[in-house]
């Protein structure tokens, strides 16, 4: 069995999400556009709403790749993603193709989650690149009725890792504050930021390791108290607490029969988990020194709560 890849070594790759109008195009094209010294590999969804500017797009039946003379790279999706990841790593290490990571766009009626089981799922795939977080544009006039109306709202803000708010200058301030709330209680582990036509900093939304288990949980405080919000999503989260250790076994066979059960609906979960007899936390957070516990987050449509809390305390070590 071949050694797994150093994740230095491996092509970061940032999901673009967001429903129709939202804005990621947009933003899209700044990266592309702006001397910003990456070399991106922009993988663009032939089913987006309007897709990357129409000159960089070359309108044939096969994969076209284009290079930008700010050293980016436009790829035309046309065919299995799969497959064209794999084209791109293998010219990559050809030095046919230079880029440092890849931006891949979803279809703005797509839900994100076939995209990034893509990495772990397919082992060459996973041997060659590192998912390293979903970022999500979100409308803020629409935005409301959007998540009101379709599944595919919803479960781009469930999967998210940051949450971009464009269009906030058109929008109430009222009603941008109610949004915030809103996607801060179906998501509280992804940072909201106000966008004005994209402009944000690209440090912002890349190398943010939201999908690494090792990197830090970042959870907002005020969501583990009692709110009440006027909205009624199935796309909902819960934090779970407990400073006692875990019985290694039952926390496993607990987890292993909530995600058999209930996969479909889980949209993300992750956590650090205090093990009994085990010097070290097996995801690790934070500061040195901070007081050991258990934290764990779960997003996902109609998951019991109830069911995963009573659950999870039964998996506390005697």
């Keep these: 069995m071949a050694a797994p890849t150093p994740e230095k070594e491996l092509i970061p790759v ?18 592309l556009h702006e001397q910003h010294g990456e070399r991106i590999a922009v993988i663009e969804n032939e089913f987006g709403e309007t897709g990357v500017d129409n000159e960089i797009l070359v309108q044939d039946r096969q994969e076209q790749i284009v290079e930008m003379n700010n050293g ?12 064209i990841l794999g084209e791109l790593a293998t010219k990559r290490r050809e030095g046919k193709l230079r880029f440092d990571r890849v931006i ?3 279809t703005g009626l797509a839900n994100p989650g076939p995209v990034a089981q ?8 996973h041997d060659q690149y590192l998912l390293d977080a979903v970022v999500t544009v979100i409308d803020a006039v629409h935005g409301n009725r959007q998540l009101d109306e379709h599944d595919e709202a919803r479960a781009q803000v ?12 058109l929008a109430a301030e009222a009603e941008t504050k109610d949004l915030m709330e809103r996607l801060g209680a179906m998501n509280p582990r992804a940072h909201q930021k106000r966008v004005h036509f994209g402009e944000t900093d690209i440090r912002e939304i890349l190398d943010i390791r939201g999908f690494n288990l090792n990197a830090a949980l970042e959870l907002d405080p005020a969501f583990l108290e009692d709110t009440h919000h006027h909205h009624d999503d199935d796309v909902k989260s819960f934090v779970w607490k407990d400073a006692r ?6 926390i496993e066979t607990f987890l292993s029969l909530m995600v058999q059960n209930y996969g479909e609906d889980l ?5 650090v988990l205090n093990i009994q007899g085990e010097p070290r936390r097996m995801i690790f957070q934070g500061l040195p020194g901070e007081t050991r516990e258990s934290v764990m987050v779960f997003i996902g449509r109609r998951i019991p709560r109830r069911l995963f809390e009573e659950g999870l305390a039964y998996c506390v070590a005697p």
């Design 14 to 31: 940032t999901i673009l999400t967001g429903f129709l109008g939202s804005g990621k195009t947009t933003l899209l094209n700044r990266i």
């Design 72 to 83: 980016c790279l436009c790829c035309t999706v046309r065919g299995d993603l799969v497959r």
């Design 104 to 106: 891949i766009e979803t």
């Design 118 to 125: 893509t990495f772990f799922m397919d082992e060459k795939i």
């Design 158 to 169: 469930g999967f998210a890792d940051r949450l971009l708010l464009s269009k906030t200058d």
């Design 245 to 250: 250790p875990l019985h290694m076994e039952k």
């Design 267 to 271: 949209l993300r979960y992750k956590g």
